[in-house]
């Protein structure tokens, strides 16, 4: 079993930055990927950024330039550094694993941008 904890959100003024980690614990497999997806009100979920053990990644077309996600295969943890806030922004962030056997979920992390 794999669990994934959130650390990191919080209620920030647009513009400002805020720096979410997630990190995994129990057996986890490789190839995997580890991502953010987000949910705002109202709004499906949707895919923030992602990054292999490989070290590819991929944004959201919103997000891009702004955050960057990086990960320690080491410590089994991500980061998604978030820079350049925008209220449209605010929304419950997941951490997600993706082993492509099984699909792990964090308890979310609220952030709040403020206009």
């Known amino acids: 079993q794999v669990q994934l904890v959130e650390s990191g959100g919080g209620l920030v003024q647009a513009g400002g930055s805020l720096r979410l980690s997630c990190s995994a614990s129990?057996?986890?497999?490789?190839?995997?990927?580890m991502g953010w997806y987000r949910q705002a009100p109202g709004k499906q979920r949707e895919l923030v950024a992602i990054?292999?053990?490989?070290?590819?990644?991929n944004y959201a077309d919103s997000v891009k330039g702004r955050f960057t996600i990086s990960r320690d295969n080491a410590k089994n943890t991500v980061y998604l550094q978030m820079n350049s806030l925008k209220p449209e922004d605010t929304a419950v962030y997941y951490c997600?694993?993706?082993?492509?056997?099984?699909?792990?979920w964090g308890q979310g992390t609220q952030v709040t941008v403020s206009s």
């Open positions: 997600n694993l993706g082993t492509g056997y099984n699909n792990y």
């Open positions: 129990g057996t986890i497999v490789s190839p995997n990927a």
């Open positions: 990054i292999t053990n490989g070290g590819s990644t």
